[in-house]
């Protein structure tokens, strides 16, 4: 279609010094265009066209068709510019279109549009890009150049403007005039914040672009006449939308709201000028109002303050100050906030003349702020005499009534203070008192007279006030004087009385303290003399049990000194009787009257007296003792060394023949034969020894009669001699008993006297404790000494022969019995089987290993090799019949 305008170089449309085209932004780089962006231009651009077209009444329906005869171009920038062009040419011929195109062309150039690359003939010839590019330069120029907001304009200013109406809608955000308006939420906010009642903005989704650009076109159209320029469709469906389609569009909406605003603002001017000068003169009614309500009430109050005709009762006066204080609180308040009002309202008034142009208020006649304010002043100096006034004759009334009821309350206070305080002064209660009552009375009469003191300016305050009542002629002085009089009297005559008193409590104080000094001297020096003589009475009288020459002197003694201190002694009791006598003296003087007897002590004098009576009385009875019990401590004595001569003798002769005794059945000298007529011997001399020991019981039984428990002379008791003697006699009877057994016993097993002699050493030998007993360990020593090799059940079994009592002990009588029988080698069979059963641990069979254990390896598999098993019902494996064994071992025969 327009091969003949295959230019290299681009097609500019300058705008001259204003660039409003960005040379980046554009629309025919190379003549290409995105065919979408091209369609989207045809449809916008001829929608546009219409929406003026139509105010001339016609329209077109193909933009490259229908400008080529240059009739509606020329119509448009008519109805664009609001200006004539030249006449058009009414011939169909080529030249005649090319002729309007051209002066379509010349009209825009002559609005400052430079048209580079723009010819009447591509026009002509129907070019869409070439039309297309002409009708974005006509809206450029005429819609969108004018745009001026804030400080930028033109495309600037288009965006300006949209960012300022947006930006309270947190969900859009225009930075350009293509992808800003994708989700179609530009558009909407647009039109909600000029118009909100067409679109319920709130219930827009972002992610519903078609919804949002179909109600943004639909409402657009429909309530504010712009045309639909834009499918929905069309911008959903491209990457980036045309920014000229864009543009066109949104400046529609610019010039659609703009103008809404504009008469918005000239009818707004109007009413703020007519609302002003309403205002203005209400206000200044309402101050001519108020001016003469404020004057009228002034006048009126005034004569009412100015009247000072006094009453004559307090009561009236005071019905006047209720009166006032009720003006001043109730009547008085909301005038002074009119006059405040009126102040404020005159100043605002004047400040919005002032500020709207208007000439100044002027009040009517004698209502200016100043008239005002004069009478006011008027007012409050009428009413600051009045109050004055008022309370000075209230005051004058009111001080004569205090001053009467003053004078009654504290005449009645003091009189009911005074009243029985005469006689509780002249009261001789302190005659019949202790001296802690009396000082008691003395404090509680200082705590009077202080009272009294206090109580002074009390009196002065009466006789004060009674004169001011005369000064001021009160009606009742008379009474009042009378009463003060009689007040007045009656102190001087309480200060006498007190005075008295004081003289007469100190004076008896005086004199109990003196007596009280005596009690207690007395009681100081009582005390301990009497129990001075409680002490030598009880001494005196003590029984005593002494059991030496020594103990019985030393109480003599002691008994002396005592009788050496009794002279002094009388001294002291003279002198605490002389204090008795010395307090019986003071009251019989000072007729003290002696209330009860010393606080101090309960000793008296006749008590003193009778004890030391029964002291001197005692002390030849204790004399008589003392004497007695000497004489019978000597005798005590000469008993006690009768008795230790003998004991000394006798004990030691029982020790001597113990020990021979023991050496003799030790010793082994001789034959046993030998041995037993030398103990007959010694067994016949101790029994001649019996009389000495029935003369100690003699004298023992003396000692006893005697009640003497001690003897210093003699280590020997009357018991020990007793046990000593019995353990003689049974001691030579059993070593006789012993000797008499070993001769039998020897006898009967044969054994020689030199083996007996032999048993005799290893027994002693073995007797390491010498008690002629052996204990186990000693034994099991003995055994081993002879070569015995035992085990432990082994040791057990013969422990069990020679001590079958379990006592511990083996005494030589057993070792000679065991010794011999082991010696004599008389085993049975029996016995043999009875060691077994020891070595079995009480069973009826023996194992292998116990048999191991407690016999010489070789004796042990002796036994093990000849014992048959066992087959008792009790049988265990490897049990071995020891039984029949030790049977075996002696031939049946003692079975």
Avoid at 88 to 104: T, W
Avoid at 483 to 490: G, K, P, V, Y
Wanted: charged share 30%; with cysteine; proline share 3%.
């Amino acid at each position: 279609m327009d091969h003949h305008h295959q230019h290299d170089h681009h097609h500019q449309y300058d705008g001259g010094e204003n660039d409003y085209m960005p040379q980046e932004d554009d629309w025919d780089r190379d003549m290409l265009l995105d065919p979408a962006w091209e369609k989207q231009q045809r449809k916008t651009f001829t929608a546009w066209c219409n929406s003026h077209l139509r105010k001339a009444g016609t329209q077109i329906d193909n933009i490259e068709e229908d400008f080529r005869d240059g009739l509606k171009l020329m119509l448009l920038l008519e109805v664009i510019s609001g200006e004539r062009l030249a006449k058009p040419e009414r011939g169909k011929m080529r030249v005649h279109k090319i002729s309007n195109v051209n002066k379509a062309l010349d009209f825009i150039a002559s609005k400052g549009v430079k048209l580079v690359s723009i010819g009447a003939e591509e026009i002509v010839d129907g070019n869409a890009k070439m039309t297309l590019g002409m009708i974005w330069t006509i809206i450029l120029r005429f819609a969108i150049q004018d745009i001026s907001v804030e400080e930028t304009s033109a495309k600037e200013g288009l965006l300006l403007w949209c960012q300022r109406k947006t930006a309270p809608y947190k969900n859009v955000n225009i930075q350009n005039f293509h992808i800003s308006w994708k989700d179609g939420l530009g558009f909407c906010a647009l039109i909600h914040r000029h118009r909100p009642e067409l679109i319920d903005y709130g219930k827009l989704r972002k992610d519903d672009p078609m919804t949002n650009l179909n109600t943004a076109f639909d409402v657009a159209e429909k309530y504010l006449d712009i045309p639909k320029m834009l499918d929905a469709e069309d911008i959903v469906g491209t990457a980036r939308p045309d920014e000229k389609a864009i543009m066109t569009y949104v400046s529609s909406f610019y010039h659609a709201f703009s103008g809404a605003q504009k008469a918005e603002t000239a009818a707004n001017r109007i009413c703020k000028v007519l609302a002003v000068n309403q205002e203005n003169e209400q206000l200044m009614e309402d101050y001519e109002k108020l001016a003469s309500d404020l004057l009228e009430w002034i006048r009126r109050t005034i004569p009412w303050l100015e009247n000072r005709v006094p009453e004559n009762t307090m009561q009236a006066m005071q019905q006047k100050l209720e009166d006032f204080r009720d003006y001043r609180r109730l009547h008085k308040p909301p005038k002074v906030q009119e006059k405040c009002q009126l102040e404020i309202n005159f100043n605002t008034l004047q400040t919005k003349l002032r500020l709207s142009n208007r000439p100044a208020f002027m009040p009517s006649e004698g209502k200016m702020v100043s008239d005002v304010s004069n009478a006011w002043g008027g007012l409050e100096g009428a009413e600051k005499g009045y109050e004055e006034w008022l309370l000075n004759e209230i005051r004058r009334l009111e001080r004569l009534d205090h001053l009467a009821e003053k004078f009654r309350q504290k005449a009645a206070i003091h009189e009911a203070w005074t009243a029985g305080k005469e006689e509780m002064l002249q009261d001789k209660d302190f005659e019949t008192a202790t001296l802690s009552e009396i000082k008691a009375l003395l404090k509680k009469h200082e705590a009077f007279e202080s009272d009294l003191a206090a109580h002074q300016d009390r009196v002065e305050q009466i006789a004060a006030i009674a004169q001011e009542l005369n000064e001021l002629e009160y009606y009742d002085s008379p009474s009042v004087n009378a009463r003060c009089q009689q007040i007045c009297d009656q102190w001087d005559s309480l200060g006498v009385l007190t005075q008295k008193r004081s003289e007469a409590l100190q004076r008896t104080e005086k004199l109990l303290e003196t007596i009280d000094q005596l009690y207690l001297e007395f009681a100081k020096r009582a005390a301990p003399f009497n129990n001075w003589m409680e002490g030598a009475m009880e001494d005196l009288q003590d029984t005593f049990i002494v059991h030496t020459i020594e103990e019985i002197q030393g109480l003599s003694t002691a008994h002396e000194q005592f009788k050496a201190t009794l002279p002094e002694a009388d001294k002291e009791r003279q002198a605490i009787l002389g204090i008795h006598n010395e307090i019986a003296k003071i009251v019989q003087t000072y007729h003290v009257n002696m209330a009860g007897t010393n606080p101090y002590t309960t000793i008296n004098p006749q008590e003193i007296n009778a004890k030391w009576d029964k002291v001197r009385q005692l002390v030849p009875q204790r004399d008589q003792a003392l004497v007695e019990e000497h004489a019978r401590q000597q005798n005590n004595e000469r008993l006690r060394r009768q008795f230790a001569n003998q004991a000394n003798v006798i004990g030691p002769w029982i020790q001597t023949k113990m020990e021979e005794i023991g050496r003799i059945s030790i010793e082994m000298h001789g034959t046993l034969e030998d041995q037993l007529t030398h103990l007959r011997q010694y067994e016949k001399s101790i029994v001649n020894y019996k009389p000495k020991i029935d003369q100690l019981e003699g004298d023992h039984q003396l000692i006893q009669e005697a009640l003497i428990f001690d003897n210093k002379h003699t280590n020997y008791t009357m018991e020990h001699i007793r046990v000593g003697w019995e353990q003689l006699l049974t001691t030579i009877a059993r070593t006789i008993n012993e000797i008499e057994n070993q001769i039998l016993t020897r006898d009967a097993k044969g054994i020689s006297q030199d083996q007996m002699n032999e048993f005799r050493a290893s027994f002693n030998h073995f007797d390491r404790k010498r008690t002629g007993m052996m204990d186990a360990e000693d034994f099991r020593a003995c055994l081993i000494s002879m070569g015995y090799n035992m085990g432990e059940a082994e040791f057990s079994r013969i422990m069990s022969i020679v001590d079958p009592n379990r006592l511990g002990l083996i005494t030589f009588q057993a070792f000679i019995d065991f010794m011999s029988r082991e010696t004599a080698d008389t085993d049975t069979a029996d016995q043999v089987m009875a060691s077994f059963k020891v070595l079995a641990g009480d069973k009826n069979y023996i194992l292998a290993d116990e048999l191991r254990r407690e016999l010489p390896p070789d004796q042990a598999e002796y036994c093990i090799a000849r014992m048959t098993p066992y087959s008792g019902p009790d049988t265990v494996p490897g049990a071995l019949d020891y039984m029949s064994f030790s049977t075996a071992l002696y031939g049946e025969s003692d079975l």
